[in-house]
Nanobody, 124 residues
Framework: QLHLVESGGGLVQPGGSLRLSCAASGSTLDYYVIGWFRQAPGKEREGFLCFTSSGRTTSYIDSVKGRFTVSRDNAKTTVYLQMENLEPEDTAVYYC?????????????????WGQGTQVTVSS
C-alpha cells in the first residue's frame, strides 16, 4: 500500500520560493504518476502539474509554467515541487497524489493515493 507524506509548506513573501516534498513509503514510485494539486479557499481543487516515472512533466495551468518545477530523488521515493517567484494567488493547500501507470491526468478522481496536504501562504 503506497503512502504519501508531504512537507515543506509555510509562509513566504511574494517573490519568494518554497520546495515541497512528497515522500512515498510502502513502494517506490517506479510505476506511479505523481500529480500535484492545490485548493485555494473557496475554490475547487485543481491539478496543475503531473510527473511520470520516466521523468516527464506536464503543466496544466499557464500561471505555474516557468515558475514551478518537479524533480525526483535517485531512490525514486521522493518527488519535489520547487516553486519560484511565488504570488499571493498561489496561496492554497497543496497536495501530491499518485496513480499507477504512465498516463498523466489533472483529474483528481483518477488518483488513488493522496498526501495529507500542506499549506502554502504567500503574503507580505
Amino acid at each position: 500500500q503506497l503512502h504519501l507524506v508531504e512537507s515543506g509548506g509555510g509562509l513566504v513573501q511574494p517573490g519568494g520560493s518554497l520546495r515541497l516534498s512528497c515522500a512515498a513509503s510502502g513502494s517506490t514510485l517506479d510505476y506511479y504518476v505523481i500529480g500535484w494539486f492545490r485548493q485555494a479557499p473557496g475554490k475547487e481543487r485543481e491539478g496543475f502539474l503531473c510527473f511520470t516515472s520516466s521523468g516527464r512533466t506536464t503543466s496544466y495551468i499557464d500561471s505555474v509554467k516557468g515558475r514551478f518545477t518537479v524533480s525526483r530523488d535517485n531512490a525514486k521515493t521522493t518527488v519535489y515541487l520547487q516553486m519560484e517567484n511565488l504570488e499571493p494567488e498561489d496561496t492554497a493547500v497543496y497536495y501530491c497524489a499518485a496513480r499507477r501507470g504512465v498516463l498523466c491526468s489533472s483529474n483528481s478522481a483518477r488518483y488513488d493515493y493522496w498526501g495529507q496536504g500542506t499549506q502554502v501562504t504567500v503574503s507580505s
